[in-house]
């Protein structure tokens, strides 16, 4: 008995025309004729695209959302249908400072909290360029934070390059009540990435700058976190419209620049330094990644891009430094098998230098951990 073989994947045509049948109440429209249809993908079984909404009626829309789905589930050839509600030019009424009570999404009463709440210190970690191991540090960070005794999450800030998934080991995808996403967990820690959202590690975000930090907003707000100490951002690189605009838009109780030692690098993280400056984010410090090589045969330490730059420019610039960290085998393997150094080798040089710089970061920031057991969850 032979099966019958699997539908072929819908055509782009077949796809808008199943999306014609879904209107927007608000237009009379129907999605596609009203322009609300961006970056829609058709793969292996699996259609993606964005409805393009005002981020002030992103929770009313949901519906529209949940519609759309359903049309293209509904196709031939569908295996697994992605939706999500992202905004490019967001209306003047939602770029105004909101009431803490509506920006947490909790009724004046306060029953019900939401979003980035409950976090009592929000630390982005940055960089002037990539290469510089930014994501390692910003995850390790988060551990070594953990260590201390802290409720920490952290949130994968790097749309076009999310890597915390790998990192941290993290499979499946997140659950959600309907309303909002539900953290996923590893090695005590909460964390969020758009990684988690993809359907595999090779789909490219091919995103404009508003539309990633619309959706970079919503992964802040409608993400259930719960009660934490630090949320820990993991940004992109550089100094474009997802840093100005978080920013400009959350409430940032520090950032910290990660760099090599090497000349090239620390330009950059110069222009990271001086653009949190400028927008009243105060700088944490400074961490110099790669300061050495530590041979795994004889233990020598090679210089291999350079040593004492980051500490230097730190001086200079009159912000703290942090401390170095060595490039050691042993990172690189933790971080390619989810487990990082800082959980996987907690007595090995890097780890205990990453501890050493989640102190500074917790002392920085004058948090303690809370001694009320409710604070902490476990999945």
């Not at 099966?3 to 782009?12: G, H, I, L, V």
Request: glycine share 10%; charged share 20%.
């Amino acid at each position: 008995m032979t099966s019958s073989p699997e539908p072929a994947a819908p055509s782009r045509e077949m796809v808008l025309d199943a999306l014609r049948t879904v209107r927007d109440p608000a237009s009379g429209q129907d999605i596609v004729s009203a322009g609300m249809v961006a970056g829609l993908t058709i793969r292996d079984g699996h259609v993606g695209f964005m409805i393009e909404v005002d981020p002030a009626a992103a929770r009313a829309r949901e519906p529209l959302r949940a519609a759309a789905e359903q049309a293209l589930r509904a196709l031939p050839g569908v295996a697994r249908a992605t939706v999500v509600l992202t905004a490019e030019r967001p209306s003047a009424e939602a770029r105004r400072p909101t009431p803490p009570a509506a920006a947490s999404g909790k009724g004046q009463d306060g029953s019900k909290g939401q979003g980035a709440a409950q976090v009592r210190a929000i630390v982005a970690v940055g960089s002037g360029k990539g290469g510089v191991g930014k994501s390692t540090v910003a995850t390790n960070l988060a551990l070594a934070l953990a260590a201390e005794g802290l409720a920490v999450g952290l949130l994968d800030a790097d749309i076009y390059g999310p890597s915390v998934p790998k990192l941290l080991g993290l499979t499946g995808k997140p659950e959600t009540d309907g309303e909002m996403l539900q953290p996923m967990s590893a090695h005590g820690i909460k964390a969020m990435s758009i990684g988690s959202l993809l359907k595999d590690d090779d789909t490219a975000m091919i995103w404009r700058g508003p539309m990633a930090t619309s959706a970079l907003m919503q992964l802040i707000n409608d993400v259930a976190w719960g009660p934490l100490d630090v949320l820990v951002l993991d940004l992109p690189p550089g100094t474009g419209d997802i840093q100005l605009t978080l920013a400009q838009r959350v409430k940032l109780a520090g950032a910290v620049v990660v760099s090599t030692p090497q000349d090239l690098a620390l330009i950059d993280a110069r222009k990271a330094i001086a653009m949190f400056a400028k927008v009243n984010v105060p700088v944490l410090g400074v961490v110099e990644n790669m300061s050495s090589f530590l041979c795994p045969h004889c233990g020598g330490e090679s210089h291999i891009f350079g040593h004492g730059g980051a500490a230097r420019t730190a001086a200079e610039l009159g912000v703290p430094f942090l401390g170095e960290v060595p490039l050691v085998m042993a990172v690189r393997e933790g971080s390619d098998s989810g487990r990082p150094v800082v959980v996987a080798d907690p007595a090995s040089v890097p780890a205990q230098a990453l501890r050493a710089i989640g102190g500074r970061v917790a002392k920085a920031l004058a948090v303690a951990p809370k001694p009320l057991p409710t604070l902490r969850f476990t999945n």
